[in-house]
T-cell receptor
Framework: AQSVAQPEDQVNVAEGNPLTVKCTYSVSGNPYLFWYVQYPNRGLQFLLKYITGDNLVKGSYGFEAEFNKSQTSFHLKKPSALVSDSALYFCAVKNNQGGKLIFGQGTELSVKP | EAGVAQSPRYKIIEKRQSVAFWCNPISGHATLYWYQQILGQGPKLLIQFQNNGVVDDSQLPKDRFSAERLKGVDSTLKIQPAKLEDSAVYLC?????????????FGPGTRLTVL
């Protein structure tokens, strides 16, 4: 069965510092991995995805994620955090047979000035 | 390009009442999804449509939930009768197709409170 784990309920970062939001996954076959962000009272907004190719994926708003097959991880990163990055972040996975998208429980990112 | 539209944005009902949610996907998107997001959790797929056909409804509580996409565009999700545990945000999403690489685009959601 497919699953996603986001081990941190909350991540606190000072503005200007690098940020990492962790995600590990379990899937049969090759994984397709996604990061979404959710602002208060808004729907989920697509940030980036890994399908195949380079392990480092670049996405919207300066975010990037690194796919690590041996560690089954897909951590979200940003070199310099902004206060406006404060939101709820979801990692999601599906297998390459087109199975349903499975979401993690979310990580609340708080960036303080 | 217009995004996924949903209405209403908020709904408060008593338990055992009925409620319906509406979704209009992005133009040209053949695949439509309904998710339930309970507070503190990630979204959980309820039902997936490809055009007007159901692809996956394995997690839809069919004794009380129903959904349709009659003309392959707009969709409605209905709950009848509602229970307290149905309190959640109901998200609609759409994608170009069912291919695994297709990202899903989400609407703003409908926040349902069942009293």
């Amino acid at each position: 069965a497919q699953s996603v784990a986001q081990p941190e309920d909350q991540v606190n970062v000072a503005e200007g510092n690098p940020l990492t939001v962790k995600c590990t996954y379990s899937v049969s076959g090759n994984p397709y991995l996604f990061w979404y962000v959710q602002y208060p009272n808004r729907g989920l907004q697509f940030l980036l995805k890994y399908i195949t190719g380079d392990n480092l994926v670049k996405g919207s708003y300066g975010f990037e994620a690194e796919f690590n097959k041996s560690q089954t991880s897909f951590h979200l990163k940003k070199p310099s955090a902004l206060v406006s990055d404060s939101a709820l972040y979801f990692c999601a996975v599906k297998n390459n047979q087109g199975g349903k998208l499975i979401f993690g429980q979310g990580t609340e990112l708080s960036v303080k000035p | 390009e217009a995004g996924v539209a949903q209405s209403p944005r908020y709904k408060i009902i008593e338990k055992r009442q009925s409620v319906a949610f509406w979704c209009n996907p992005i133009s040209g998107h053949a695949t439509l999804y309904w998710y339930q997001q309970i507070l503190g959790q990630g979204p959980k797929l309820l039902i997936q449509f490809q055009n007007n056909g159901v692809v996956d409804d394995s997690q839809l509580p069919k004794d009380r939930f129903s959904a349709e996409r009659l003309k392959g565009v707009d969709s409605t999700l209905k709950i009848q009768p509602a229970k307290l545990e149905d309190s959640a945000v109901y998200l609609c999403a759409s994608s170009l197709g069912t291919g695994a690489h297709n990202e899903q685009f989400f609407g703003p959601g409908t926040r349902l409170t069942v009293l």
